[in-house]
């Protein structure tokens, strides 16, 4: 699967941004999908995931309660609401998809917030 994400860029603390990933391929739906965020100077981070089938996603302590996940199968498409964003939330974004064991990363998008 390829994936490209989209929706990163500039917003002032306590903003918000919804970032998108697009997928490639009919078997879409049979994937788990979800982020990861990396800062600079740090390891790549865990964010939050969502199954194959939908229902509540997991998070990253971090950004619970401000972030959502969400998947269009129709769309091929899984989405990052995040709210209430704060100047550590800034990082490039990745979006990911499981299957079979392997792992499929999409180009990241840059996402800064500002104090």
């Known amino acids: 699967v390829q994936l490209q994400a989209s929706g990163g860029g500039l917003v002032q603390a306590g903003g918000s941004l919804r970032l998108s ?5 009919r078997t879409f739906s049979s994937y ?3 982020w990861f965020r990396q800062a600079p ?3 790549r981070e ?10 509540g996603g997991y998070y990253a302590d971090s950004v619970k ?3 959502s996940i ?3 199968n ?3 498409t899984v989405y990052l609401q995040m709210n209430s964003l704060k100047p550590e939330d800034t990082a490039v ?3 990911y998809a499981d299957y079979s064991g392997i792992r499929s990363w999409g180009k990241g998008t840059q996402v800064t917030v500002s104090s």
Do not use: M, Q
């Not at 990933?21 to 391929?25: F, H, Q, T």
């Not at 865990?46 to 229902?55: K, L, P, Q």
């Open 65 to 67: 309660g401000r972030f």
């Open 21 to 25: 990933c697009a997928a490639s391929g």
């Open 70 to 72: 969400s998947r269009s």
């Open 32 to 34: 788990a999908v979800g």
């Open 93 to 95: 974004y990745f979006c």
């Open 74 to 76: 129709n769309k091929l």
């Open 46 to 55: 865990f964010v939050a995931a969502i199954r194959y089938s939908g229902g």
């Open 41 to 43: 100077g740090k390891e």
